[in-house]
């Protein structure tokens, strides 16, 4: 079996709102539980959808909340190109799943999915990190996922 959570799983499913998650990211950051989210999900409708979540709630939680705490986000492969740059202004890190080695299992055991959409968005956010970080002697570019 590749993953119960699958999409090919008839399986009931669970999600927070926005909302939610800022607030109990809030909350448990305040009782010192976490030092901050690690941000991720199945696809909602589309990987832009679902990364506009996803960039909704570090965005509030560092404009609303002035959150100083490490928020680790996992890219959604497919998501734009824009979307995934607004997100490396948002979180500490960011992250892609690579989710089989060999394209023909990938094929097999997860049909919705591409190795060169992955591979797409993990060169996006190699080439965000590489744009953000400044050459000997120049000003600060904007930041980008400072922790990788």
Not at 31 to 38: A, D
Not at 72 to 79: D, E, F, S, T, Y
Not at 102 to 107: A, K, P, T
Not at 119 to 135: C, N, V, Y
Request: with cysteine; aromatic share 8%.
């Amino acid at each position: 079996m590749f993953c119960v959570n699958r999409v090919g799983n008839d399986i009931r499913r669970a999600r927070f709102s926005v909302e939610d998650v800022v607030d109990l990211t809030i909350d448990f950051y305040r009782r010192n539980y976490i030092e901050g989210p690690f941000l991720s999900s199945g696809i909602i409708q589309s990987p832009d959808y679902t990364m506009e979540q996803l960039v909704a709630v570090a965005r509030t939680l560092r404009e609303t909340h002035r959150f100083g705490g490490y928020i680790h986000l996992k890219v959604i492969p497919g998501a734009s190109d824009t979307l995934i740059d607004e997100t490396g202004r948002w979180a500490d890190r960011l992250s892609a799943n690579m989710e089989l080695a060999v394209e023909r299992h990938l094929v097999r055991l997860a049909p919705e999915k591409r190795h060169r959409t992955i591979e797409a968005a993990m060169t996006r956010i190699h080439d965000g990190i590489e744009a953000a970080t400044p050459a000997r002697g120049a000003a600060a570019p904007p930041r980008f996922a400072p922790a990788g």
